[in-house]
Every structure is written in C-alpha cells, then in structure tokens.
C-alpha cells in the first residue's frame, strides 16, 4: 500500500544536539511538507519541497534544515539553533500542484528535548 | 498572522444531531479549501474539499460551504456519531507558497450518546 512513512515515531534529544527526522512516501508525490503541531495550536509549516533538488522555506523554518535529494524522501533536521524544538512534526505529500481530494500525511514523530 | 481561524476551539453535541464546525480566511489567494479530522498522536485523514469557485460540496455525511464573500467556510456533519468525536482543523492552500496548506487551530468536537 502506498503511504508515507515517519520514523522514528518518538524522539529524544540532549539539549544542543541536532536531530534528523526521517520521512518517506511511496506515492510518487511530487511535493512534500514538514509541519509542526503544538498544543492548542494549528499546524504550522516548516519547509515545503515542489520538486527534487529544490526548497521553499515556509512559516517557522528558523533552526530547521531540509534537503530534498531524492523524490521519495524529505528528512527535517532539527539543529541546536531551534530554541523551542518540543512538539509533533507531521510530514505531508501532495501531487504536483497538490490534487482537490487533499494531500496525504504521515503519522507524525514526537520530539521531546531532555 | 493566523490567516486560517477557526474561532470555537471545542463544540459538543448529541448523537444524531447535526455539528457545524466553521471557519474564516483571510486570504483572497487561497484556492481550496480543505477539512481534516485528526486525533492525538496520529497524522490528520483528509475529510472533504471544495474549490473557491464553488459554494457547497457534499461526500455523505459531510457537507462543506463556502461563503467567498464573506470569507467564511462551514462543516456540516449530519447525524453526528460518536465516532466523529476528534479535532477538526480547516485548511487553505495557498497557490503563492508551493500550495501548502495553512491550517486553522483547529475545534475539537464531542458527540455524546
């Protein structure tokens, strides 16, 4: 079945420390997302990919780091700079210009610094 | 600047009854609408959409309208099921910014038996 796949499902990372969260999609999406949730909070982007080898910075992308080499995969790395890295990153997938019955999400990882 | 709002952050009603889950934009330059239901810990499942050159679009129980005017979007869910209960966020993409969405805070809603 095709889907997009986020691991690991709960993260946790020493203060200081980057951290890459993993995210793949079998879909052949053209476009992928990185969005964060926090409590009482909409889900805000991060960085969105249209296509391989390119990337937009979207609304909250300070301490946040993407690359795009491959069509499948859109890793997030969450550097030391990010003040307040605590929440949940969902990864999202669209087709092209994204299709009108939506776009496709994974399961999301939980980030927790200790 | 929240462009997407959804202003009731929780609504309660019975089974059987209808829910009405509303929405405001700011933006002219959002194309599609969309609804989403997510629960805690898990990534939102799309629920139903509608174009901005569209005013109602209708997938079973759901029901969405549009208002262009007055920048306002509804979800109509009729009969309400206890299985509907979960947080409900309203989306709008944005074909300035790759189509990403931008998302409301969403409203969680509770139907009761």
């Known amino acids: 079945d095709g889907g997009i796949t986020q691991s690991p499902k709960y993260l946790f990372r020493k203060e200081g420390q980057n951290v890459t969260l993993s995210c793949e999609q079998n879909l052949n999406h053209d476009a992928m997302y990185w969005y964060r949730q926090d409590p009482g909070q909409g889900l805000r982007l991060i960085y969105y990919s249209q296509i391989v080898n390119d990337f937009q910075k979207g609304d909250i992308a300070e301490g946040y780091s993407v690359s795009r080499e491959k069509k499948e995969s859109f890793p997030l790395t969450v550097t030391s700079a990010q003040k307040n890295p605590t929440a949940f990153y969902l990864c999202a997938s669209s087709k092209g210009q994204g299709v009108a019955y939506g776009y496709t999400f994974g399961s999301g990882t939980r980030l927790t610094v200790v | 600047d929240q462009q997407v709002k959804q202003n009731s952050p929780s609504l309660s009603v019975q089974e059987g009854r209808i829910s009405i889950?509303?929405?405001?934009?700011?933006?002219?330059?959002?194309?599609?609408?969309?609804?989403?239901?997510?629960?805690?810990?898990?990534?939102?499942?799309?629920?139903?959409?509608?174009?901005?050159?569209?005013?109602?679009?209708?997938?079973?129980?759901?029901?969405?309208?549009?208002?262009?005017?007055?920048?306002?979007?509804?979800?109509?869910?009729?009969?309400?099921?206890?299985?509907?209960?979960?947080?409900?966020?309203?989306?709008?993409?944005?074909?300035?910014?790759?189509?990403?969405?931008?998302?409301?805070?969403?409203?969680?809603l509770l139907v009761t038996p």
Not at chain 2, 60 to 89: C, E, M, W
């Open chain 2, 21 to 108: 889950l509303n929405c405001d934009y700011t933006n002219s330059m959002f194309d599609y609408f969309l609804w989403y239901k997510k629960y805690p810990a898990e990534g939102p499942t799309f629920l139903i959409s509608i174009s901005s050159i569209k005013d109602k679009n209708e997938d079973g129980r759901f029901t969405v309208f549009l208002n262009k005017s007055a920048k306002h979007l509804s979800l109509h869910i009729v009969p309400s099921q206890p299985g509907d209960s979960a947080v409900y966020f309203c989306a709008a993409r944005n074909s300035n910014s790759g189509y990403a969405l931008n998302f409301g805070k969403g409203t969680s």
